[in-house]
């Protein structure tokens, strides 16, 4: 029912920063939380980010806290990443994802119920 719609990603210097964006539409009523995820070809989907409908919880995979910063404007109905100090690993795909089932910005995926189309993000050493 929420539609998400990615934008941001770019090629950048290792230890270079860049800000995603996500734009959410229908739905916008509900209290979900919100998250961000990475993909890289042949792996599976895994965790980076979530934010509570609130947004007063954050919760981030360790691979990244003290680097991402996961916030959003509830007036605009958009959440952002902002990444700073990127590694090549980082590379990937990232989704943005709708928490609709327990709206806290979960770190487990079966909570998601809607998805973004994804944006690439490519990190270069």
């Known amino acids: 029912q929420v539609q998400l719609v990615e934008s941001g990603g770019g090629l950048v210097q290792a230890g270079g920063s860049l800000r995603l964006s996500c734009s959410a539409s229908?739905?916008?009523?509900?209290?979900?939380?919100l998250g961000w995820f990475r993909q890289l070809p042949g792996k599976e989907r895994e965790f980076v980010a979530g934010?509570?409908?609130?947004?007063?919880?954050?919760n981030y995979a360790d691979s990244v806290k003290g680097r991402f910063t996961i916030s959003r404007d509830k007036a605009l109905n958009t959440v952002y990443l902002q990444m700073n100090g990127l590694k090549p690993e980082d590379t990937a795909v990232y989704y943005c994802a709708a928490d609709g089932r327990i709206g806290v910005g979960s770190a487990t995926i079966e909570n998601y119920d809607s998805w973004g189309q994804g944006t690439q993000v490519t990190v270069s050493s």
């Open positions: 229908g739905g916008t009523t509900s209290r979900y939380g």
């Open positions: 934010i509570s409908w609130t947004g007063r919880s954050t």
